[in-house]
C-alpha cells in the first residue's frame, strides 16, 4: 500500500522503536561424523559471510546453486593440528544466542539457532606442509611433537556447505524421459537425485515430450536443469534454481511479478536519517518491513540489453518448417507466417518497425529467446539492512520498494535477486564477544510499477 508521506515517517518510528536484540553470541563446535568421541570447542569466529546468488548476481550466468558460507577463525594451533588430522567427514554446530548487547543477557524469548555444515579447510595442503601435518589419520607426523603442545593462535578459513547440498553436488542423472512435461521431468529429476522438498513455479512450457535426453556432460546437479531451458524450454523469462533449507527452489529467474506468499516491503526514508539505530526490521500486519539507511546504488538494465539482445528476437521454427518455409500467392513466393516469428516482450506476434531485432539460428525453442529479452527488462537496486536476521528470504522473495523522494513517496515491485549477510565482532565484553550482522541486498524492480503520492 502506497502511504503519504506522514503516515511513511510514522511507520518507519514505529519499526525503528521495537524493542528486539539483535546480537548474538557465536559458538562453535566442530566434530566428525565417523568418530563420535572428537570435538573441538576452542575455535573463536571472527568472522562469517554467507552469499545468497539466487539469480546470478555475480560471476555466474546461472548464479550459484546453494548458499556460500566462509568461517573465519582463530584456533590454538595444537587444535589445528587435531582437526588436520580429522579433516575428512569434518562438521560443525554453529549455535546464535541473542543476547541484551550490553549486559549480555540471553533473550530467553528467543530461541538459540543452530546451523549443522559440513567443514572443508581453505588451503589444507599449504597448511598441512607449514605444520608438518601428515594428512593420513594416525600417520607418524614429522617434528610435529611442538605444534602438538601449542596454544599459539592462528588464523584459519573454512568454507561451509549443508550435507544435503554438498551430496546433491555429487549426484548425475543418466537416461532418457518419455511422455513427460516440463514439470514432470524437472521433478523427476530432482526426487532422483534426492531433492525431498521443491518449490516450483508452474513453467510456461505445457508441451509434452515424446523423448528428452540429457547428455553426459549436463547430468550434473548444477548445470542439468539450466540445460533443460536452453534446449526445450521451462519458462518465458528466464529460469533460476537454488537449494536452500533443504528444498530446491525452481522459478521464472526475470518475472518480478511472481506469484509467491513470501512478501518483504523495503523502506528507505530521506538521506542521512535514522542511522545509529538497533533495529530495522518489523512484522506489520504480517508483512515483513526493512528500513534501508546509508547508500542505495542502481542502475537500469534496459539500455546495454536492448544493444546486446535487441527489443526484438527473428527466428525460423524448426518445428514448422518440415513443410518448407515458402508458400506461393498465386505465382508469387512469400515467406511462411509460420516459419518467420518475431519475439518481442510483449508477446510473439510479428512487431512493425522493431527498432533493434536480432536474429537467431532455427529453433523450437521459442522461450529461451523470449528469456533473452526479458533479461534487460529491469533495474538493479543494491541497499543495506541493518542488524540483519540470517536466512529471511527465499529465492524469488516478492518485494516492494518505498521511499521519501523530495517529499514524494514512491512505490515500486520486483522479486528479491540476492543477499550477502555479514556477520563481524562488535565489541569484546570480557570474555565473551558480542556480534551483529548486516546485509546487502540486491532487487530486481520493474520500474513499469512506479507509484507516486503525496
Not at 611433537?145 to 596454544?151: F, G, L, M, Y
Not at 540445460?227 to 529467474?253: D, E, H, W
Not at 521459442?366 to 529471511?392: C, D, H, P
Request: proline content about 4%; aromatic content about 10%; overall charge neutral.
Amino acid at each position: 500500500m502506497l502511504l503519504p508521506s506522514s503516515l511513511l515517517k510514522t511507520q518507519i518510528d514505529r519499526i525503528c522503536k521495537t524493542t528486539r536484540n539483535n546480537a548474538f553470541i557465536l559458538d562453535l563446535e566442530l566434530k566428525n561424523r565417523t568418530d563420535e568421541a572428537f570435538v573441538v570447542k576452542t575455535a573463536i569466529v571472527d568472522s562469517l559471510n554467507v552469499e545468497q546468488d539466487f539469480a546470478g548476481i555475480g560471476n555466474s550466468e546461472n548464479g550459484k546453486v546453494t548458499d556460500d558460507i566462509t568461517l573465519n577463525v582463530i584456533i590454538p594451533i595444537s587444535d589445528l593440528v587435531k582437526i588436520m588430522k580429522k579433516q575428512r567427514d569434518l562438521y560443525c554446530n554453529l549455535i546464535f544466542k541473542y543476547t541484551e548487547a550490553r549486559t549480555l543477557t540471553v533473550d530467553l524469548t528467543q530461541e538459540p539457532t543452530k546451523y549443522e555444515y559440513n567443514v572443508y579447510i581453505v588451503g589444507l595442503e599449504d597448511l598441512a606442509k607449514k605444520f608438518n601435518v601428515n594428512l593420513i589419520d594416525g600417520a607418524p607426523d614429522e617434528n610435529n611433537a611442538q605444534n602438538h603442545q601449542s596454544n599459539v593462535l592462528v588464523p584459519l578459513t573454512l568454507q561451509l556447505i549443508s550435507k544435503e547440498a554438498y551430496a546433491l553436488k555429487r549426484k548425475i542423472f543418466l537416461g532418457m524421459c518419455t511422455d513427460c512435461d516440463m514439470e514432470t521431468l524437472i521433478k523427476y529429476i530432482a526426487v532422483t537425485m534426492g531433492v525431498k522438498r521443491i518449490n516450483m513455479v508452474t513453467p510456461d512450457n505445457r508441451v509434452k515430450y515424446k523423448n528428452i535426453y540429457i547428455p553426459p556432460e549436463f547430468c550434473r546437479f548444477d548445470v542439468i536443469f539450466a540445460y533443460i531451458q536452453k534446449r526445450y524450454g521451462v519458462y518465458s523469462k528466464g529460469l533460476a534454481f537454488y537449494f536452500t533449507n533443504n528444498v530446491l527452489y525452481v522459478y521464472p529467474k526475470y518475472d518480478t511479478a511472481i506469484i509467491r506468499k513470501d512478501y518483504a516491503n523495503f523502506i528507505r526514508p530521506s538521506v542521512g536519517s535514522y542511522i545509529g539505530l538497533t533495529n530495522y526490521h518489523d512484522y506489520i500486519d504480517g508483512v515483513l518491513n526493512i528500513v534501508s539507511v546509508g547508500n542505495m546504488e542502481s542502475k537500469s538494465l534496459h539500455s546495454i540489453a536492448t544493444e546486446n539482445e535487441g527489443n526484438a528476437r527473428m527466428f525460423l521454427r524448426a518445428d514448422k518448417i518440415i513443410d518448407g518455409t515458402v508458400e506461393f500467392n498465386g505465382d508469387t513466393p512469400q515467406l511462411t507466417k509460420i516459419a518467420a516469428v518475431v519475439g518481442t516482450n510483449d508477446d510473439l506476434s510479428i512487431v512493425d518497425g522493431a527498432s533493434i531485432p536480432k536474429f537467431a539460428h532455427p529453433t523450437m525453442n521459442v522461450y529461451e529467446q523470449m528469456s533473452k529479452l526479458q533479461r534487460g527488462n529491469a533495474e538493479i537496486a543494491m541497499m543495506s539492512w541493518g542488524n540483519a536476521r540470517l536466512f529471511t528470504f527465499i529465492p524469488g522473495h516478492k518485494i516492494e520498494l518505498t521511499y521519501d523522494n523530495s517529499g514524494f513517496v514512491e512505490n515500486e515491485k520486483g522479486i528479491l535477486q540476492g543477499i550477502t549477510y555479514t556477520c563481524r565482532k562488535s565489541k569484546p565484553t570480557g570474555n565473551v564477544q558480542v556480534f551483529d550482522m548486516n546485509a546487502l541486498v540486491v532487487l530486481r524492480i520493474d520500474p513499469a510499477t512506479k507509484k507516486r503520492s503525496t
